[in-house]
């Protein structure tokens, strides 16, 4: 993750376990949506993405939307 919030990136969204391809595409789906509607604010967008996934019937189990998380670069501003 260092690597490429150091070179490419400032943040770097990864999941903690092995998911399946029809749950990450549901996810990132949902998670670009997001990203069109709230720019740059990705722990907003991923936290959006969460909610509507827990919201779904589907994708409501833990499996889907838990496993992300989001890394960024340390920045003096303040996410809220």
């Known amino acids: 993750t260092r690597p490429l919030l150091t070179t490419v990136s400032d943040?770097?969204?990864?999941s903690?376990?092995?998911i399946s391809d029809r749950g990450a595409a549901a996810f990132m789906k949902?998670?670009?949506e997001q990203r069109r509607q709230f720019a740059s604010d990705g722990p907003r967008c991923l936290a959006e993405t969460q909610r509507a996934l827990?919201?779904?019937?589907e994708y409501a189990h833990p499996y889907y939307w838990a496993p992300y998380m989001m890394?960024?670069?340390?920045t003096d501003e303040v996410v809220r």
């Open 11 to 14: 943040a770097v969204l990864s």
């Open 16 to 18: 903690l376990w092995k």
């Open 30 to 32: 949902v998670f670009y």
């Open 54 to 57: 827990v919201r779904s019937v």
């Open 71 to 74: 890394v960024a670069r340390r």
